[in-house]
């Protein structure tokens, strides 16, 4: 069999106050373009073909998976199509994902995403990649009161279909792993302003916005949220957004409904109607080149599916 999953954008952690027993939340959306991985059984053990990231993951991963399942038989894994590591997009999440939903369905089980992600370890601060590997979409979710919780999915939309990311992504730039984010995340503390103004804009402009199709107004305010998620990493990060990135999401927000930063970056998107996205990205390699600046441009399209097997 063959699984394919998607890559997320990650719009940003909602509260870092530690004001309230339920901590950070996030909101983000599940573009077209990630894992596909194909999956073989044989009669015993594993047979991992991929880079040497991509051989340790697997691995660990088979191993959770047969300490908690007791697997039957052995794999041959293959990944013909990745993601690229620490650039905001959600990699390791969505390969862990994958992985475990390509085996334990292989094995029998009728297993949800929640349930994975607790097995594998996922969801230690965000829950976006776990939720929008089953329902694909725009994803909010409601953080979590203890370490071990899985945060609730709290809304999820059809991303609409005629709505394009175009995204750029510096070369040889990385953003931080969950290693280096791990303490970062657990001495942070902001003014729990920034939370109220965050929540603000998800419920009175996000939300609104994305369940009447209104781009012009969920690109406003998801590019002035993106700036108050970017006020609390100020300190982290070295700016509102990635230094290295911030002008490009400068340029990008001047021409598009609206523009930000995924994660801990360096990818950067604007987002714009499917009829304007080539030319979006033609101003965009166009303005790079005379910066003088090397980076992967292309544009996505929302992925409303999920993950998805195909018979190989």
């Known amino acids: ?58 691995k660990a ?18 990944v013909l199509r990745q993601v690229p590591r620490h650039i905001g997009l959600g990699s390791t999440t969505q390969l862990h994902m994958g992985i475990s939903m390509g085996i ?5 089980h009728q297993v949800r995403s929640g349930e994975i992600a607790s097995v594998v370890g996922r969801s230690r601060y965000s829950a976006i990649g776990t939720h929008g590997f089953q329902h694909g979409g725009f994803i909010l979710e409601g953080g979590k009161c203890g370490a071990d919780d899985i945060p609730p999915m709290t809304a999820r939309y059809d991303t609409p279909e005629d709505w394009r990311f175009v995204i750029v992504c510096p070369e040889d ?15 942070m503390k902001v003014d729990v302003d920034i939370a109220r103004g965050i929540s603000h804009h998800i419920v ?15 690109g406003l305010h998801l590019h002035r949220l993106q700036r108050l998620v970017g006020e609390s990493f100020l300190p982290y990060q070295g700016g509102i957004f990635h230094p290295v990135i911030e002008d490009i999401i400068h340029e990008l927000n001047d021409i598009t409904y609206g523009a930000g930063q995924s994660s801990w970056g360096p990818t950067a998107y604007g987002l714009t109607h499917m009829d304007r996205a080539d030319d979006v990205r033609g101003h965009i390699v166009d303005w790079l080149s005379e910066k003088g600046l090397d980076a992967h441009v292309w544009v996505a399209e929302p992925d409303n599916r999920g993950f998805r097997f195909i018979e190989g």
């Open 1 to 58: 069999m063959i699984i394919e999953s998607s890559s997320r954008l990650h719009f940003g952690i909602i509260d870092i106050s530690r004001e309230f027993s339920r901590q950070y939340g996030a909101l983000g959306v599940m573009i077209k373009g990630g894992f596909r991985i194909e999956i073989t059984p044989v009669s015993d053990g594993l047979i991992v073909e991929g880079d040497e990231h991509v051989v340790r993951e697997v």
């Open 61 to 78: 991963v088979h191993q959770r998976l047969d300490s908690r399942y007791g697997l039957e038989r052995g794999y041959r894994i293959k």
């Open 104 to 108: 334990l369905t292989a094995e029998g």
């Open 173 to 187: 730039i990385k953003g931080y792993d969950e290693v280096q984010e791990k303490p970062i995340l657990k001495r």
């Open 204 to 218: 009175m402009g996000i939300l609104p916005a994305i369940s009447t199709g209104d781009i012009a107004n969920f």
